[in-house]
């Protein structure tokens, strides 16, 4: 049975009388249909913005999708790499959320999207990323804000997309990924 916006906006009514979700949460992630679509969008401002490992940087007044909901896992969950610096100074920003520290690009380190963050469920374990035919163990230890950027808080980068495992440079020399694949790498991983 194909399920149409209309039978869609009578499950999330069904749904809403049912729970104390608000109206915008029906059409965030979606298990009936297995999409997660943006919950708003963020109006860019522009300030000082490390550029180190190429991050892209907010442009004024630019539109960026903000998403509270990641892709669902899997056995080997498809993921978009990231290069992410988790030191002092670096482009990540402040210091991680898990454990308000900052943390050497020699640590295996990766941040997640909000969605898979899951409010910090993830946060100080484990989990296995497959690339390049090679895996690794990284820690949580962050989260790559997908609602929330262009503020100094986010080093006024733009919200993370909704599949993003931001990893520290360990992780990419340990997946032997180097030079100009280094960026947007896709990968799979998994809880470890």
Known sequence: MAITPVLKLGLC?????????????????????????PSGYLRGKTGHCNTEHDSDCCKAGEKYPQYQCSPPLTGNTPAT??????????????????DNKYHSD????????????NHG???LNNIKINANGRSVLAKVVDECDSVNGCDADHDFQPPCPNNIVDASPAVWNALGIHGSDVGDYDITWTDA
């Open 81 to 98: 790499m990231t290069i992410n610096s988790f030191a002092k100074g670096g482009d990540g920003g402040g210091p991680s959320e898990c």
């Open 121 to 123: 469920s993830r946060c």
């Open 13 to 37: 009514m069904l749904i809403l009388t049912a729970t104390t979700f608000d109206f915008v949460s029906c059409f965030r992630y979606s298990s009936l249909l297995g999409e997660c679509s």
């Open 106 to 117: 020699d640590e295996m380190v990766v941040a997640l999207s909000t969605g898979w963050y």
